[in-house]
């Protein structure tokens, strides 16, 4: 069984609740990893199918080696999901972003080179990936892309600064040290939420339902979060699985978004108008879909996570009723 036991990090936030539900669905041993198991925010855990048996939650903080070491200690694989995403401005990049992806990400690789673990999995993302002005306007990004840090902190854009010094910092780790290493790079991800509180990705969607136009980006690419939870599993089982993934399936406008949401619920007070957008953007998730990567249509992940959001009760129609 040891071989079946792997830890996740960060396990009771939006994407890694997922890989811990598969995980647990396909017999895994999972050491969850949270900064508090009394919070109620961290309750969906254990009620996941299989989680009496197989899920053991150990309280670790990406800043403290030792915790993050204990849950490590007895596994095979180690999937590091957890690092701040900011739902509101970030007033110091430094402590509440750099500090915990980058010198986090450190101590993670470094708990499971002492525990000799076999395979490591870091998600990383695109804003690791898009943030740069040296790729060609007319081409998909590729794994080969990567954000200009300098050309991030230029344009405030401090969760891509932390997530390419922490990406960065994965790979050279791994070369100086030969850890098996992968990186999955998602873009927005949405879909039903399986915690109960509610992540930064999915507030852009619950944004667009209720009135706000939320793309200051421009042209957006996004993944269903059960995609992203396959994707990061895929790159973990595959043997083939090598160097960097984008994760991403579909490239969206708001307005495009929102004529698709209308058709099926007229009843939401949807954004009157949209920001202009200056460029769209364009993402290969080929190599992903090489290793064996499938997604749904995004009118499916549109549909669950408006049904899920109804029965949380996150929803106010136009007429103000809950
Ligand atoms: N959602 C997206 O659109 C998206 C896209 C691309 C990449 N990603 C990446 O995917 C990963 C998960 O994102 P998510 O959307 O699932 O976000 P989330 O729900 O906010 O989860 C983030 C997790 O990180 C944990 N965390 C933050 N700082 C920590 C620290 N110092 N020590 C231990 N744990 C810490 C949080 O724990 P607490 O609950 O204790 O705060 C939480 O479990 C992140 O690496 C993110 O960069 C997300």
């Not at 200009?148 to 600064?161: A, G």
């Not at 249509?297 to 996150?314: H, I, R, S, W």
Request: glycine share 6%.
């Amino acid at each position: 069984m040891e071989e079946k036991t792997v830890c996740v990090t960060g396990a009771g936030g939006y994407i890694a609740s997922w890989v811990v539900k598969f995980l647990l669905s396909r017999g895994y041993r999972v050491h969850g990893t949270v900064r508090d198991p009394g919070d109620p925010k961290n309750a969906h855990l254990m009620n996941l199918e299989y989680a009496a048996a197989n899920l053991k939650l150990f309280k670790a903080d990406l800043l403290d080696y030792e915790s993050i070491s204990a849950a490590v200690s007895g596994c095979t694989g180690v999937l590091h999901v957890a690092s701040p995403v900011p739902a509101v401005k970030v007033m110091n990049p430094e402590v509440e972003l750099y500090e915990p992806a980058h010198t986090g990400t450190k101590n993670v690789l470094n708990a499971c080179l002492q525990e000799k673990v076999k395979k490591v999995v870091v998600v990383s993302s695109v804003a690791a990936i898009v943030i740069t002005e040296a790729w060609p306007k007319d081409l998909a990004m590729d794994e080969t892309c990567w954000s200009d840090i300098e050309h991030c902190k230029s344009l405030e854009q401090w969760y891509c600064v932390a997530k390419t010094l922490a990406e960065t910092e994965a790979w050279e780790f791994a070369k100086r040290t030969r850890l098996n290493l992968v990186t999955v790079c998602p873009s927005i991800v949405i879909g039903p939420l399986l915690q109960p509180t509610v992540n930064a990705s999915s507030m852009y969607l619950l944004a667009l339902l209720q009135g706000t136009d939320p793309g200051e980006l421009g042209g957006m690419a996004f993944v269903d979060v059960r995609d992203t939870a396959e994707a990061i599993l895929l790159a973990y089982e595959n043997p083939e699985a090598d160097g960097r993934y984008i994760c991403s399936s579909h490239e969206m406008r708001n307005e495009a978004i929102v004529e698709m949401l209308k058709e099926k619920y007229p009843e939401f007070n949807y954004p009157k108008s949209f920001r202009e957008v200056h460029s769209d953007l364009r993402l290969s998730s080929q190599k992903l879909q090489n290793l064996g990567w499938k997604y749904r249509p995004f009118e499916e992940t549109l549909l669950d996570a408006v049904e899920n959001y109804k029965q949380c009760g996150l929803l106010a129609t136009k007429t103000g009723d809950i």
